[in-house]
T-cell receptor
Framework: QQKVQQSPESLTVSEGAMASLNCTFS??????FRWYRQHSAKGLEVLVS????GEKEEGRFTAHLNRANLHVSLHIREPQPSDSAVYLC????????????FGIGTRVLVRP | EAAVTQSPRSKVAVTGGKVTLSCHQT?????MYWYRQDTGHGLRLIHY???????EKGDIPDGYKASRPSQENFSLILELASLSQTAVYFC?????????????FGPGTRLLVL
């Protein structure tokens, strides 16, 4: 069964500094990776989707995927206080019937 | 962008009572999903549906039923609510279950079972 683990559990960064989040997965057939942002008491907002090794940029959010290392990361460029939220990694694998498996999340606090 | 709404946004229920959570999407998506979110766990899939009048079990279906009366509407039913079902419930929809489809989420329903 797919296991998705995120690190760190929480992260505090200063406004304007780069924030980096990590996600590891266990199923080598995984083919679809998404980063969601969840503001307190709100739904999930998709930030970036990536399907092949390398880099995918969406505005200030960049995902890096290395399937050989079972690792996908998210980098937030010039984070702002409004980026303070929980960031969730979601992974889909063929062996899981294409269903999404979510990590527990990384809580990010951006200080002015 | 997908529009998924949920009602109610929060609910307090009594143990043993029946609870119905509703979800509505306006984007003509075929797939709809129900997840629950608990502290210390990622979102976990309860039920999903890919066509009206049909539902499928997800990873944690026990204690839950689902109903898809139309393409737009998907309900989650707790026939006998239990304390362990206190959680935040999210509905999502997507165009397909293909490798590159995106699931769009509603705002969530916070359920407290006493």
């Amino acid at each position: 069964q797919q296991k998705v683990q995120q690190s760190p559990e929480s992260l505090t960064v200063s406004e304007g500094a780069m924030a980096s989040l990590n996600c590891t997965f266990s199923d080598g057939t995984s083919n679809n990776f998404r980063w969601y942002r969840q503001h307190s008491a709100k739904g999930l907002e998709v930030l970036v989707s990536i399907f092949s090794d390398g880099e995918k940029e969406e505005g200030r959010f960049t995902a890096h995927l290395n399937r050989a290392n079972l690792h996908v990361s998210l980098h937030i460029r010039e984070p702002q206080p409004s980026d303070s939220a929980v960031y969730l990694c979601a992974v889909r694998a063929n062996s899981a019937g294409n269903k999404l498996t979510f990590g527990i999340g990384t809580r990010v606090l951006v200080r002015p | 962008e997908a529009a998924v709404t949920q009602s109610p946004r929060s609910k307090v229920a009594v143990t043993g009572g029946k609870v119905t959570l509703s979800c509505h999407q306006t984007n003509n998506h075929d797939y709809m999903y129900w997840y629950r979110q608990d502290t210390g766990h990622g979102l976990r899939l309860i039920h999903y549906s890919y066509v009206a009048d049909s539902t499928e079990k997800g990873d944690i279906p026990d204690g839950y039923k689902a109903s898809r009366p139309s393409q737009e509407n998907f309900s989650l039913i707790l026939e006998l609510a239990s304390l362990s079902q206190t959680a935040v419930y999210f509905c999502a929809s997507s165009d397909a279950l293909g490798a590159q489809d995106t699931q769009y989420f509603g705002p969530g329903t916070r359920l407290l079972v006493l």
